[in-house]
């Protein structure tokens, strides 16, 4: 059964559960958000990929208006809540200026593979060692799913929405393991090639073959 929801689509790709903060400043999304406190509506972020409006995107609920400039903009909290499915698009929403569309929410099997959910934290731990970023896998839940780490691998927003397009964990795991597995190689050599750089010209403590 389909709804008709609002839209707002944007150059990026948000996930269930994902928190994000906007900077409002369109008249038709202050609209937006003005429905939203006055109706309690939710609204949906279609990624705009390869220069069209994604046919999945996610709901979004407003959390809170977090300060209202004097010319209307506004910075908003909102948290991400499912995964839907856009079957009509429309431009703007009937006597709105947003933009709308009729949705279907997208079923999910949130159960991943245990073996393979170990084997990407180590492939993340060595991802995040190499690009100093070991704070970030200290946040992490031991029980993270993909979408908790989806952002911060690397991948390009292309890759990020075919996370967002699977409509099970194991396929995310398998996805972001593919990744993974092809983009570690390239950064380690690049970590030698920067060692051998730093190295060249300075003293070098070598031990000589034994002939």
Do not use: W
């Amino acid at each position: 059964m389909t709804r008709l929801l609002a839209l707002f689509p944007l150059n990026l790709v948000v996930y269930p559960d994902e928190k994000l903060n906007l900077h409002i400043f369109e008249p038709r999304y202050r609209q937006l958000v003005h429905d939203c406190l006055a109706e309690g509506i939710t609204f949906g972020i279609p990624p705009f990929v390869q220069n069209a409006v994604s046919p999945i995107g996610t709901e979004m609920r407003l959390v809170a208006v977090e300060k209202t400039y004097p010319n209307g903009e506004m910075d908003i909290r909102t948290q991400a809540l499912g995964r839907v499915g856009l079957r009509t698009f429309y431009r703007q929403a009937p006597g709105k200026l947003y933009a709308g569309a009729d949705v279907e929410d997208l079923p999910d099997d949130p159960a991943g593979d245990a073996l393979l959910h170990a084997h990407i934290r180590e492939l993340v731990e060595r991802l995040y060692d190499l690009l100093g970023l070991r704070r970030l896998l200290l946040e992490l839940p031991p029980n993270f799913r993909v979408y908790d780490v989806a952002h911060h691998l690397g991948l390009s927003t292309e890759q990020e929405y075919q996370v967002l397009e699977t409509s099970s964990e194991a396929e995310r795991q398998q996805l972001v393991l593919s990744h993974l597995e092809q983009v570690l190689p390239v950064l380690q050599e690049t970590e030698r090639l920067k060692e051998r750089v730093r190295l060249n010209g300075h003293f070098k403590n070598l031990t000589p073959p034994n002939f």
